[in-house]
């Protein structure tokens, strides 16, 4: 068989299904009761069918980077699962550090330090994880490391990393400081916090694997990511703060379109998505989790089983803001989270703005059967209105759309990936995206707002997990789950050894030297990538 030919479609190889509602144009009906793009806006057409080879976009990719993630044994079922089922579906390599061994999880088990059984609930954990690592994936630019109950956008954290250079020493996250009644008393310092997520640099993780072992024996009774502030701090290197990483779920945050994610220099419970989208969120529920992860892909299949995806995440958080002249009202939309109303215009002065839509639902591609070949690129979100313990949510009116079933009232928010003109602007002003192009009441359960966004691109999902070889742990077949021709060749990592399951795997060499030894005790849950054909 031609390597060109060889097409590999499949699910991520450890993980559940998706659960998404089918996408088919046959379940998928557009609202018939839409109205039609504005004449000014440009038509997108419908893809053409994907090819076998996919163009790799800039910056970094998720096999450059390795994901850690703090666990016990207890969240095994409800954290680690959602995590799984949710943002880890985009990422290659990844291990979760617990109490103990977990056959099903690529997990390796630690054991606490005398004294620390019961301290920080596990904070004696990020040095021993840290360490193994840096020697499982010698050849990843980048470690991130978090808790099993913070939700990564993995599109955004690797544009974030793309902006720096892994050879040089970098600590990135959201700019934490000890608490006053705690920590602070012995150390005053700034620090990432763990939940939110940290990023550490290949250059400054290998600097840090000759002082990690001094810092783990000398720092205890701290939080973990405040050990870890202070190691790094050991080597000269300060935090870099960035913005989009969270300590908190979104809605512990007033958001706007004022600034970047997070204030630098000082803590602050405003957050905005105006110069970039969010990177992390933490302490959060399962349910919200799984929120997250609907508002942000779009799935459907293609023709020949393929699945493709639309990632939103770079939209997601942002603000936009209209007047209708026609209904007397202005509306503020949070992309993917809520859509706020005021009886005033908001030009003239800032409005009392009513939550009334806070449900986050679904995303989904709308299709039109009667479109034809040319129609135009469309999205539903749908957010509907928050129950009440009395009066319920339901309404009654009829509705094409199966997906609103069973209906409730709910914003609409129907996505055109075309420009259109503002609702609010001026009769002068040009079509463009970004913007609030038209709102009104469908029916007593609707209100539809029509939103012109520069879409992202589909794209095809691979199973990024999956290799297949010729030989034994051989992946020249097929790598991250697509065909090698479409890799490239500088870009395949070398597999790694795991002949000893009481220490963590280390990288196959052709010297005789011995790696140094990391003590403390690990169980590793990971076999060969490769898979052999014959």
């Not at 794209?459 to 290799?467: E, G, M, R, S």
Request: glycine letters at 8%.
């Amino acid at each position: 068989m031609d390597l060109a030919d060889l097409r590999v479609v499949v699910e991520h190889t450890h993980t559940a299904p998706d659960g998404s509602l089918p996408l088919s144009p046959e379940l998928s009906p557009g609202s018939q009761q839409e109205k039609p793009l504005p004449a000014s806006s440009s038509v997108q057409s419908r893809e053409p069918e994907s090819p076998v080879c996919v163009a790799r976009g800039r910056g970094l990719d998720t096999s450059e980077v390795a994901f850690g993630i703090l666990t016990s044994d207890r969240f095994v079922a409800t954290r680690l699962l959602s995590q799984q089922q949710t943002w880890l579906k985009q990422v290659r390599d990844v291990v979760f550090y617990s109490e103990s061994y977990i056959a099903t999880l690529p997990t390796v088990g630690l054991s606490p330090p005398l004294g620390e059984e019961l301290v920080g609930s596990g904070a004696w954990k990020n040095f021993p994880a840290l360490m193994d690592l840096y020697r499982r994936f010698p050849s990843h630019k980048w470690v991130y490391f978090s808790d099993d109950d913070t939700f990564v956008y993995v599109r955004n954290l690797l544009s974030r990393l793309g902006h720096y250079d892994h050879d040089k020493d970098f600590y990135l996250g959201l700019y934490w400081t000890p608490r006053v009644d705690m920590e602070w008393k012995e150390v005053h310092i700034a620090y990432a916090s763990g939940g939110a997520g940290y990023a550490l640099s290949r250059a400054l993780l290998s600097r840090m694997s000759t002082t990690m072992r001094t810092c783990h024996k000398n720092y205890r009774r701290w939080a973990g990511d405040v050990r870890v502030g202070k190691c790094v701090l050991d080597l000269g290197v300060q935090i870099t703060p960035e913005v989009g990483f969270h300590h908190e779920p979104h809605d512990k945050y007033t958001w706007d379109m004022s600034g970047g994610g997070f204030p630098y220099l000082h803590l602050s419970n405003r957050a905005s998505a105006g110069i970039t989208a969010p990177v992390s969120f933490h302490h959060l529920t399962v349910d919200q989790m799984h929120m997250y992860y609907r508002m942000q892909m779009a799935d459907e299949r293609g023709p020949r089983g393929e699945l493709f995806r639309y990632d939103f995440a770079p939209q997601l958080f942002k603000e936009f803001m209209a007047f209708s002249p026609t209904l007397g009202y202005s509306f503020r939309v949070l992309f993917g989270v809520s859509v706020e109303v005021a009886h005033a215009d908001h030009r003239a002065s800032p409005p009392q703005w009513r939550r009334d839509f806070g449900d986050p639902l679904y995303l989904r591609r709308a299709v039109d059967p009667n479109g034809g070949a040319q129609q135009p690129l469309r999205f539903h979100m749908v957010i509907a209105k928050v129950p009440e313990i009395f009066h319920g949510d339901g309404c009654s009116a009829v509705v094409d759309d199966p997906f609103r079933l069973p209906l409730r009232k709910a914003a609409v928010i129907a996505v055109q990936c075309a420009p259109c003109k503002r609702l609010d602007a001026p009769a002068d002003e040009p079509p463009g995206y970004n913007r609030i192009c038209d709102a009104w009441k469908e029916d007593e359960c609707t209100l539809k707002i029509l939103l012109s966004l520069s879409c992202p691109a589909r794209q095809v999902v691979h199973a990024p997990a999956l290799d297949v070889g010729s030989t034994r742990n051989g992946h020249d077949l097929v790598f991250r789950g697509q065909a090698t021709a479409c890799a490239e060749p500088s870009r395949l990592l070398r597999p790694y050894e795991h002949a000893d399951p009481s220490r963590p795997a280390v990288k196959r060499r052709r010297s005789s030297r011995k790696a140094s030894t990391w003590e403390f005790n690990s169980s590793v849950a990971f076999g060969g990538r490769g898979r052999s054909c014959s």
